[in-house]
């Protein structure tokens, strides 16, 4: 996904919630900017939100949004604008399920992490160790490669994106595994040696589920639900299916207006995508996550062989969002958009996410940000 179609969102939420000095506190920060104990955010900040989220759908024609802010310690501020289902009229709320993408990459990378922290694997074991039917030529690539696609792994869903043709079985369930057997048909070949660049591959995670399902001897979906959601409370997340309730419907914006998208087979994008959650239940996931152990290496700089370091740890972008550092990851799939980003120095996390997948989502950027600018100068 191009990563100009919901930033402008979360950019503007930023500069809305944390102007005040970078040396207090977070939570004292949180106070300045309208954030109470009682309610997430005060009366003329909030219409201040509603305003520029209007602005930016516009901008990027989205069908429906929803959105949550934490700042620190304060309750969390969701709400849902515009449409989840254009056919029934259901509009968008704090409760609507969206396809999350690849903010599924962060939670592949903690799994992952939890069944080393177990000592039933080990980040420097080749992918070879534990999927051997893989070509000869990939086994030399670490698991911690694939966590930071630092791997040379081709990416198979940025081929299905240029050509949607490419032959899959849309009428069944595929496994994780299964998955990465199907796009081996279409592409074997490493894209690099392994260590020497960073490329960003939903096929080397997609290999990643597959050790999960390998190590945990079920399937993905039954691991992440066990390992994952059900102990961290998230009830509205799972693998997307096509008949989870509450789920939006995808839309593609055409010349002649939203159309909805196509729903790839169950299964389709495991592992590299495939999660689909609530904005409520993504700020949750991030305060689990922040919590626990395993997130300082997954907020670690990745290197390449030769000691470059780069803007990505492990399921996770290192990178500014405007001026100011910030962890996050984006998502898009054949219909939905999506961001998760927590802003350390003001203890700011945001969750938007979208039904619309369209030719102007860049448009945000160039509406959103400087009207944020204007209403802070």
């Known amino acids: 996904m191009d990563r100009p179609t919901v930033s402008g969102l979360v950019i503007a939420l930023l ?119 893989l070509p000869d030529s990939w086994h030399q690539s670490t698991l911690r490669q694939l966590l930071s696609h630092t791997g040379g792994i081709p990416d198979h869903f940025a081929i299905f994106a240029a050509d949607p043709s490419t032959p899959f079985d849309w009428d069944r369930t595929y496994s994780a595994t299964e998955i990465v057997a199907a796009w081996l048909e279409v592409d074997d070949q490493l894209a690099a040696p392994p260590g020497t660049e960073f490329l960003y591959s939903s096929t080397g995670y997609a290999m990643l589920a597959a050790v999960i399902e390998k190590v945990a001897g079920e399937p993905f979906e039954t691991a992440m639900e066990r390992l ?88 996770l972008h290192l990178d500014k969002l405007g001026e100011r550092p910030a962890i996050f990851h984006e998502g898009g799939t054949v219909s939905f958009s999506s961001w998760l980003a927590y802003y350390p120095e003001s203890g700011l996390t945001v969750a938007v996410l979208s039904n619309t997948l369209g030719p102007n989502a860049a448009a945000i950027l160039e509406l959103v940000v400087p009207m944020a600018d204007s209403l802070l100068s």
């Not at 500069?15 to 005040?20: I, P, Q, R, T, V």
């Not at 989205?62 to 700042?71: E, K, Y």
């Not at 997954?298 to 740890?313: I, R, S």
Request: contains cysteine; negative net charge; charged residues 15%.
């Open 15 to 133: 500069l809305l919630a944390s102007c005040a000095p970078a040396n207090e506190p977070p939570q004292a920060l949180c106070e300045q900017q309208g954030f109470g104990e009682e309610l997430a955010l005060g009366g003329d900040l909030q219409t201040t939100l509603d305003d520029v989220v209007a602005a930016g759908m516009e901008a990027m024609d989205a069908v429906g949004v929803s959105i949550a802010v934490q700042c620190a310690e304060s309750p969390t501020y969701v709400r849902g604008y515009g449409v989840a289902d254009l056919a029934s009229g259901a509009v968008a709320t704090p409760e609507t399920v969206f396809e999350i993408g690849s903010i599924t990459k962060q939670f592949v990378a903690f799994e992952i992490l939890g069944l080393a922290a177990d000592g039933r694997l080990s980040l420097d074991d080749s992918i070879g160790a534990h999927l051997p039917w």
């Open 228 to 315: 994952v959601f059900e102990p961290m409370g998230l009830d509205r997340t799972s693998l997307c299916r096509a008949s989870l309730p509450g789920l939006a419907t995808g839309y593609n914006i055409e010349p002649d207006g939203p159309v909805p998208g196509p729903v790839p087979p169950d299964g389709f994008l495991s592992g590299g995508a495939g999660i689909c959650s609530t904005v409520g239940d993504l700020i949750r996931w991030h305060h689990h996550l922040a919590a626990d152990p395993r997130y300082e290496a997954m907020a670690t700089p990745a290197t390449l062989d030769d000691g470059t370091e780069l803007p990505y740890g492990l399921g």
